[in-house]
């Protein structure tokens, strides 16, 4: 069975889904089909996007990739007259959803009219797009485009492609049997992986100390991570780490905001969900380019979805390094196994029994 591949969208500037805030995600094959209930739709809805500040005639460069723009709430995009195709309204008293925004009620971007109405043939230009340079270039992709809802004289919208990237993994597809592979040896399994082969020379571990871990602290989280990472730096030690949430999200309450450098010795990178702290998983998209480059590792873990899992107590069982405030740095006594399967996206990580 070939992956479909899912899409994120959002109203505004696509920096907005690049930093992983709350973005509308939906499966160009079946575009009508709702991935959340409506209850999850309205909980996860963009509240706010990015525009251009035409009001800066000067913009202060030294702000960074923010220069020249604003955040603005969805009320401004339809006092603007840009959110009718792109909202729906929530209603709590019946958990329904009505498309469009004629009746009164917050409002849940969803892309109602574009996906499930047609306004324009976004889904199945998404499909032809991948199709065509996925074949052109031998490879998955991942894509950015935006999309102009004014329609020109022949009622047409413009779609602009504005990236490719090449999901590029190991030349050689490596294949993981789990019927194969001794149960009680699994320190973590991930049905949603991304990497593909075989890495054998990891035995540190980084990871979160979940009886302290506090959503509030992200922040400084982020600073230990900074701080640990420079040491395994220093000691040219690769390492696997494990954090709740999204890694480098700048919305600092669905994950850790760290930056590439702060994280640039994990060979491994791993994003899980706890009890009470979900997770949208970002597949790595933060640091694409590094984790393609360099064939990291990028696991996805959410016990409560499907079979994905973490060892805790044999984490917790080995030698102690160095414990801060959040995180806990262990080693093995022999290095793990890393095994990545690039087509299943099946990924585990075991002790090392030597037989391959």
């Not at 020249?68 to 401004?76: E, F, I, M, Q, V």
Request: net charge negative.
């Amino acid at each position: 069975m070939q992956p479909e591949g899912f899409a994120i969208t959002a109203l505004g500037l696509g920096k907005h889904v690049v930093e992983g805030n709350k973005a509308y995600r939906f499966s160009p094959k079946y575009p009508t089909l709702d991935i959340n209930t409506p209850k999850d739709q309205f909980k996860n809805s963009q509240v706010d996007f990015l525009a251009v500040d035409l009001n800066r005639k000067d913009p202060n460069l030294l702000e960074g990739d923010m220069a020249g723009l604003t955040r603005l709430d969805l009320s401004d995009a339809e006092r603007h007259g840009t959110l009718r195709h792109c909202a729906s309204v929530y209603n709590a008293d019946n958990n329904t959803i009505y498309p469009g925004i004629s009746k009164p009620g917050p409002r849940i971007i969803n892309f109602a009219n574009i996906l499930k109405y047609n306004y324009t043939p976004l889904a199945k230009t998404l499909e032809v797009v991948l199709d065509v340079v996925k074949e052109a270039l031998g490879t998955a992709v991942e894509i950015e485009f935006a999309l102009d809802l004014d329609r020109d004289s022949q009622g047409r919208c413009s779609f602009y492609l504005l990236q490719v990237k090449p999901l590029i993994g190991s030349a050689t597809d490596y294949v993981v049997d789990m019927d194969s592979v001794e149960k009680e040896s699994i320190m973590l399994y991930s049905a949603k992986g991304m990497g593909n082969g075989l890495i054998r020379n990891i035995k540190d571990v980084i990871y979160i100390n979940r009886e302290v871990f506090d959503k509030r602290h992200t922040e400084e989280m982020a600073n230990e991570i900074a701080r640990l990472n420079e040491k395994m730096m220093q000691q040219n030690k690769p390492y696997i780490l494990i954090g709740p949430g999204r890694w480098g999200t700048r919305d600092k309450w669905i994950g850790i905001p760290v930056n590439w450098p702060q994280i640039s010795k994990a060979k491994v990178i791993v994003e899980t969900s706890f009890e009470d702290f979900p997770l949208d998983a970002s597949s790595g998209s933060h640091f694409f380019h590094n984790v393609t480059s360099m064939n990291v590792g990028y696991f996805t873990v959410q016990p409560e979805l499907e079979t994905g899992f973490i060892n805790w107590e044999m984490l917790n069982d080995q030698l102690l390094i160095e414990s801060t405030k959040f995180f806990k740095h262990i080693q093995f006594e022999k290095s793990l196994m890393v095994r990545m399967d690039g087509k299943k996206r099946i990924s585990v990580i075991t002790l090392n029994d030597g037989r391959e």
